[in-house]
């Protein structure tokens, strides 16, 4: 049995087309998985955990949890060669961060996946944003979505802090682009921040979480 698809997400009302109602713990899904498209390991568990929705012929309520890297981790920037540039950091924030990219970056090359360390900390708000509308269509446009941007963000080849390229990345995918754009302008970002604040008072605070 494979997972149905669902032309409105799990947990949201068929007459509203929207995700205000959103609650972190609650689905009409057997299971929530929270992603940041700025998690190396939220990438790399994405595709076993459409696994399991195949082998358990589920539907996963895929949402977005913008992580705020700089909060708990602080910030740098690196040049094209690696070089830091700007930073703002602790020796021992340092450390976590590289021991983190090397135990993702030892997993990737198993599953022959490229990663390539971020220059900078991005806003993932704007692709987080693309998942709200994407889950909004068939379900394989939000799959391809998924795909599309992990996978090119993570080669360095997606700016995910420009709307544009967010809108060709939905396009691609088989998604409204127009429409992208004007649900990231209003209700898109609204019902984004509004999750995002429900999240933490949840205990859901780390990419990927499975609920």
């Known amino acids: 049995m494979k997972p149905v698809g669902l032309r409105h997400p ?11 109602d959103m609650q972190p ?3 009409d899904a057997p299971l929530i998985v929270y992603l940041d498209f700025k998690s190396p390991y939220a990438y790399l568990a ?3 955990t459409r696994e399991l929705e195949a082998d358990f012929g589920i539907t996963i309520d895929w949402r977005p949890l913008t992580l705020d890297i ?12 690696g070089k830091v540039v700007e930073a703002n950091r602790t020796p021992r924030q340092w450390q976590g961060v590289r021991y983190a990219y ?21 806003d993932s708000s704007l ?4 998942m709200l509308w994407t889950r909004q ?3 394989t446009v939000l799959d391809a979505y998924l795909d599309i941007v992990y996978e090119r963000f993570w080669r360095r080849e997606l700016d995910i802090e420009d709307p544009a390229v967010i809108a060709a990345v939905v396009a691609e995918a088989g998604g409204d682009a127009s429409g992208y754009l004007d649900y990231a302008d209003g209700a898109g970002r609204r019902e984004h921040d509004e999750l995002q604040s429900r999240l933490h008072p949840a205990g859901i605070f780390g990419v990927p979480t499975y609920v």
């Open 25 to 27: 713990m609650r689905s």
């Open 137 to 139: 269509a068939e379900r």
């Open 70 to 81: 700089p909060s708990f981790l602080g910030s740098a920037k690196v040049d094209d060669v």
């Open 46 to 48: 994405k595709d076993p």
């Open 10 to 20: 799990a947990g949201i009302a068929e007459d509203e087309g929207g995700t205000d």
């Open 102 to 122: 090397m135990d993702a970056k030892r997993y990737a090359r198993l599953k022959d996946i490229l990663i390539y360390g971020p220059k900078k900390i991005w």
């Open 127 to 130: 692709a987080s944003i693309g």
